[in-house]
T-cell receptor
Framework: NAGVTQTPKFRILKIGQSMTLQCAQDMNHNYMYWYRQDPGMGLKLIYYSVGAGITDKGEVPNGYNVSRSTTEDFPLRLELAAPSQTSVYFC??????????FGEGSRLTVL | QKEVEQDPGPLSVPEGAIVSLNCTYSNSAFQYFMWYRQYSRKGPELLMYTYSSGNKEDGRFTAQVDKSSKYISLFIRDSQPSDSATYLCVGNAGNMLTFGGGTRLMVKP
């Protein structure tokens, strides 16, 4: 059982470039989330989705976009990358607001 | 002020020690609390989940919540090197989870 799969695991971007972080889950969870984790700062919610076709902003949405066309997939798009977006990004899924299942993370560096 | 605060550590203890990890929170709307464990370069995983004030035990782990003082603790008995990880305290209010910054624990053989 794969759980939550994130790709790529590592990526280096130049300032101004764009990219998409992929996230897929095979647990048929309705809820999916994108977090970023900076050292000592905890996990900050970027965007979340309560089901296919429904997305909403979290605490730190600026500079990011998401879509949820299927239950399984929840890609995160970074437009015009900036050094402040250097972080570790985690995708998570769950059946509600209880236990979340996290992917292994995508480490992004913007130079 | 952060809504959930933790001492970042690292906290270094010898194998077999009793570990106490602590967390304070400021949001009175939190309905329940969780502890997540995060190994290096991995995603967090749920360790403990507790609704109300009082203690909840699961094997070597005990979670304690004191809502009157907004204080949460996680105790680990007979700590093992495999317990070395970062422990994240989490509060839940409605649809949102609020994570603390985490405490890094190192258990030395």
């Amino acid at each position: 059982n794969a759980g939550v799969t994130q790709t790529p695991k590592f990526r280096i971007l130049k300032i101004g470039q764009s990219m998409t972080l992929q996230c897929a889950q095979d647990m048929n969870h309705n809820y999916m989330y994108w977090y970023r984790q900076d050292p000592g700062m905890g996990l900050k919610l970027i965007y979340y989705s309560v089901g296919a076709g429904i997305t909403d902003k979290g605490e730190v949405p600026n500079g990011y976009n998401v879509s949820r066309s299927t239950t399984e997939d929840f890609p995160l798009r970074l437009e015009l990358a900036a050094p402040s977006q250097t972080s570790v990004y985690f995708c998570a899924s769950g059946v509600g607001t209880g236990e979340l299942f996290f992917g292994e993370g995508s480490r992004l560096t913007v130079l | 002020q952060k809504e959930v605060e933790q001492d970042p550590g690292p906290l270094s203890v010898p194998e077999g020690a009793i570990v106490s990890l602590n967390c304070t929170y400021s949001n009175s709307a939190f309905q329940y609390f969780m502890w997540y464990r995060q190994y290096s370069r991995k995603g967090p995983e749920l360790l403990m989940y507790t609704y109300s004030s009082g203690n909840k035990e699961d094997g070597r782990f005990t979670a304690q919540v004191d809502k009157s003082s907004k204080y949460i603790s996680l105790f680990i008995r007979d700590s093992q090197p495999s317990d070395s990880a970062t422990y994240l305290c989490v509060g839940n209010a409605g649809n949102m989870l609020t994570f603390g910054g985490g405490t890094r624990l190192m258990v030395k053989p």
